[in-house]
């Protein structure tokens, strides 16, 4: 540390110091209008203030017990925050699950495939995303159709039988087809329906192969 | 810095560039006053790291753009980024490192999302405020401006030097110590004053120059920066003196000459100037001391408080 060497420098030291500390208080205060300016006029700016959110000094044991509880809610408040976007996600999810079902059935397609005379299989899944139990319900298929007009009333067994699926969750359901031995090799198109549920229907396509 | 500025293409052209000057060693003073801030007030370096490798990539960014706006020849007592690559890659290189240096604070997963986003802040403010400072310093020189005052120089150092240098490290890391509980207004003077008397040293000690300080000696003469002596010097020559200074300041830096830089040397020493800035430093000096007091009297006394006590003469006093 220095010290004045005579009075008339000690007073052109005062000068400095004097001089320095408006200069300090005129940035401090441009750097915390900035901070203000961005969060708006009517808010005090959380991001950079020092001066006029400055707490009396005090007992640092306090000061350090502060630090902690506020530490401890910024975990609680990033915790809640990933919880919240799960939970967000998770509904746009059922959300865009739920429309694709009404509008899109379509897109839901059994695939089976074997020799004339053979069995084919296929698993399928009925989700219910409604808020309420799906009651028994008894699945069946259509007549199949190929492309030159010809129809295949197949004896389909589903396993199980009747489904009865809770609010939010899914079944999965075997579906087996005896393919007649007489028949063109080809592919042949139909439904797999449930009775009662007329806004679910999932495509059924059977290729038989010679 | 090691592991953010790991290897990448196109390395010849850009990441070896990007790793030039964090490679050489520097003083790391900036990093080591935000861990020890960090510390003092109660919380683990390794909560701090994130930030205090942004700042420190954000200053060697810094460096690179500097050196090419004072067309230096030597950083660190080696060639400059756009001496060794040329103008244009140095530049492209700066530009990168100081998007870079956002990286280690972003994704930090030691800190709080609302903590990170104070010290983001903090650190947008860094840029803005160096920025807006080193306009002053180069507009001033272009424009060969010679009736600056004591308070501009301040403010011109304020912003270039004091807030990313000392001011912005402390905040920072008493915002992480503290989990932003901490007062910015005590410490955010102490760094203030702790900067200007470091910067007014640092313009000093440009004046020994030599191999030990890493930079060409008289080089801050040669390019006519309004250092507080030479603002002295302007006020306070007469005559002949003064009209061959004004003279010489707008032939600088293209026309100034080791001569000429010699001959202001002589006319500081003549006019009192190097004794004023001296004496202006110490007083700054004795107020960076009370200062601190103040800025840590929340904290209990701690190893990391007598390091940062112990900073304010290692920074004050050094040759190099």
């Known amino acids: 540390m220095t010290f004045a060497r005579n009075p008339e420098q000690a007073g052109q030291q005062a000068q400095a110091v004097q001089s320095a500390s408006a200069v300090f208080e005129q940035l401090l205060e441009e750097v915390e209008g900035a901070a203000r300016g961005e969060a708006g006029p009517d808010q005090p700016g959380p991001a950079l203030t020092g001066h006029s959110s400055d707490q009396p000094a005090g007992d640092w044991g306090l000061n350090g017990l502060r630090a902690t509880v506020m530490q401890s809610l910024d975990l609680y408040s990033d915790l809640l925050r990933q919880i919240l976007g799960l939970y967000s996600d998770a509904v746009q999810g059922s959300l865009e699950r739920n429309r694709g079902g009404r509008q899109e059935p379509a897109h839901d397609r059994v695939e089976l495939s074997g020799m004339a005379g053979s069995m084919a299989t296929a698993r399928l899944w009925l989700h219910n995303t409604t808020a309420q139990a799906l009651p028994p319900t008894r699945l069946w298929l259509t007549e199949l159709f190929g492309h030159d007009g010809s129809r295949l009333a197949l004896a389909a067994t589903f396993d199980p039988p009747t489904v009865e699926v809770p609010a939010g969750e899914s079944a999965e359901i075997c579906l087996e087809v005896p393919i007649p031995a007489d028949i063109a090799s080809g592919t042949y198109h139909g439904y797999a329906l449930g009775l009662g549920l007329p806004e679910a229907a999932a495509q059924v396509h059977l290729l038989v192969t010679s | ?320």
């Open chain 2, 1 to 320: 810095m090691t592991e953010f500025l790991g290897p990448g293409e196109p390395s010849p052209y850009l990441y070896d560039l990007v790793r030039e000057y964090p490679s050489r060693a520097g003083k790391g003073v900036r990093p080591a006053l935000l861990l020890a801030t960090c510390q003092a007030f109660g919380r683990p370096s390794d909560e701090a790291l994130g930030a205090a490798v942004a700042l420190e990539m954000l200053h060697n960014a810094f460096l690179i753009h500097d050196d090419v706006e004072d067309q230096s020849a030597l950083r660190r007592g080696n060639p400059t980024l756009h001496e060794l690559h040329g103008i244009g890659l140095a530049v492209n290189a700066g530009d990168s490192l100081a998007h870079l240096a956002m990286q280690p604070l972003v994704g930090d997963r030691a800190l709080s999302t609302r903590l990170k986003e104070r010290l983001v802040a903090e650190l947008l403010m860094v840029v803005r405020q160096t920025t807006e400072g080193q306009a002053l310093d180069l507009g001033w020189r272009r424009d060969s401006v010679v009736d600056l005052d004591p308070a501009a120089y301040l403010t011109m150092a304020g912003k270039k030097t004091c807030w990313y240098s000392t001011v912005a490290p402390l905040r920072m890391g008493a915002i992480i110590g503290s989990s932003g509980t901490a007062q910015l207004h005590a410490l955010s003077r102490f760094g203030f004053f702790l900067g200007v008397a470091f910067q007014i040293r640092d313009d000093l000690l440009d004046l020994k120059g030599g191999s030990g300080s890493g930079k060409e000696p008289f080089g801050d003469l040669r390019e006519g920066k309004p250092t507080l002596m030479l603002i002295h010097l302007l006020a306070t020559a007469a005559g002949d003196d003064r009209r061959w200074l004004v003279d010489y300041l707008h032939a600088a830096p293209s026309g100034s000459s080791s001569e000429g830089a010699c001959r202001v040397h002589d006319l500081m020493v003549r006019y009192g100037s190097l004794t004023y800035a001296r004496d202006f430093a110490a007083a700054m000096e004795v107020e960076a001391h009370r200062a601190f007091g103040k800025a840590f009297s929340t904290v209990g006394d701690s190893e990391h408080l007598g390091f940062l006590r112990g900073m304010i003469p290692y920074m004050l006093a050094r040759q190099s």
